[in-house]
């Protein structure tokens, strides 16, 4: 089955940037959408960023459009987040996702079946 391990979390000063990975393994193929999750303490799961894997669809939410780019590298089936100019609202636990169900939505984390086990940004 699939895995997905995020890596590249840790703590930056507002304005500062950090790019997060997001390796597959297990599978030769993690569907078509991939996307990033983020959570921030005592709130609930909040969509950032979706893509489909041949560039098609590229969707951000509205606060981190402009800041945040979503990529993905196919040799090395690994989604990346590059965040910058980062703020304290930006603080949380961001989870990547892939193999979206065929009726999902790429904006629904319970949509994808596969999700890593998170990763910690902290802006101050």
């Known amino acids: 089955h699939v895995q997905l391990v995020e890596s590249g979390g840790g703590s930056v000063e507002a304005g500062g940037s950090l790019t997060l990975s997001c390796t597959a393994s297990?599978?030769?193929?993690?569907?078509?959408?991939a996307a990033w999750f983020r959570q921030a303490p005592g709130k609930g799961v909040e969509w950032v960023a979706s893509k489909h894997v041949d560039g098609t669809v590229t969707d951000y939410e509205d606060s981190v459009k402009g800041r945040f780019t979503i990529s993905n590298d196919g040799r090395k089936n690994t989604l990346y987040l590059q965040m910058n100019n980062l703020k304290p609202e930006d603080t949380g636990v961001y989870y990547c996702?892939?193999?979206?169900?065929?009726?999902?939505?790429?904006?629904?984390?319970?949509?994808?079946?596969?999700r890593g086990q998170g990763t910690q940004v902290t802006v101050s």
């Open positions: 996702a892939a193999d979206l169900t065929d009726a999902g939505h790429w904006r629904r984390f319970s949509d994808f079946r596969v």
């Open positions: 297990g599978y030769k193929e993690i569907g078509a959408f």
